[in-house]
């Protein structure tokens, strides 16, 4: 089975400041990884989605960028944070099974001031 | 894009008692999935319901599918105060994505 590594767990940051968090998956190989963001009390939003290294998908204009350096590792950056990006971010990875089952990461805080 | 909906949005009841949750979507799916996630925590997978199956039970938790009225509901039998959670239905209608509702908000009262 799959274990997803997420960190910071939290993370409260001033406007403007930059942002990395990371996300390793151990388990499986050639995952789909995802990140979500996850507003106070509501569904997921898929920001980003990776099907291989250097491969990267993006869902919504943004403030974020994603990279995947490699085939386990999938980090979400930012060069300037803005307010709007606070969140609760979660990665999740897809295995080999077939059906698109995600296992999640604990999921990082981020808090923007 | 979100898909997906849950209702009812919460939900509250004496432990012991059954919890019914139910997810509406949109287009035509591969499978439908039932996750839950504890305050503060990631989401962990529940069940995963495929097309062309009508009901399937896991432990306390049964779920059925409607393909016609594009609807799935979530049964927890005989509810326990760590059912407490948030469940999402999430929809498989592409390789690499899910589309999620915004859940349901189960308090199990002891």
């Known amino acids: 089975s799959q274990t997803i590594h997420q960190w910071p767990a939290t993370l409260v940051q001033p406007v403007g400041s930059p942002l990395s968090l990371e996300c390793t998956v151990e388990g499986t190989s050639n995952p789909n990884l995802y990140w979500y963001r996850q507003a106070a009390g509501r569904g997921l939003q898929l920001l980003f989605y990776?099907?291989?290294?250097?491969?990267i998908s993006s869902e919504v204009p943004q403030n974020l960028s994603a990279s995947r350096p490699q085939d386990r590792q999938f980090i979400l950056s930012s060069k300037k944070l803005l307010l709007s990006d606070s969140g609760f971010y979660l990665c999740?990875?897809?295995?080999?099974?077939?059906?698109?089952?995600?296992?999640f990461g604990a999921g990082s805080r981020l808090t923007v001031l | 894009s979100q898909q997906g909906e849950e209702d009812p949005q919460a939900l509250s009841i004496q432990e012991g008692e059954n919890a019914t949750m139910n997810c509406s979507y949109k287009?035509?799916?591969?499978?439908l999935q039932w996750y839950r996630q504890n305050s503060g925590r990631g989401l962990v997978h529940l069940i995963l319901i495929r097309s062309n199956e009508r009901e399937k039970h896991s432990g306390r938790l049964r779920v059925t599918l409607d393909t016609s009225k594009k609807s799935s509901s979530l049964l927890i039998t005989a509810s326990r105060a760590a059912d407490t959670a948030s469940y999402f239905c999430a929809t498989d209608a592409s390789n690499y994505q899910l589309i999620w509702g915004a859940g349901t908000k189960l308090i199990i009262k002891p």
């Open positions: 990776s099907v291989g290294i250097g491969q």
């Open positions: 287009t035509s799916i591969n499978n």
């Open positions: 999740a990875s897809a295995g080999a099974s077939g059906a698109n089952v995600l296992t």
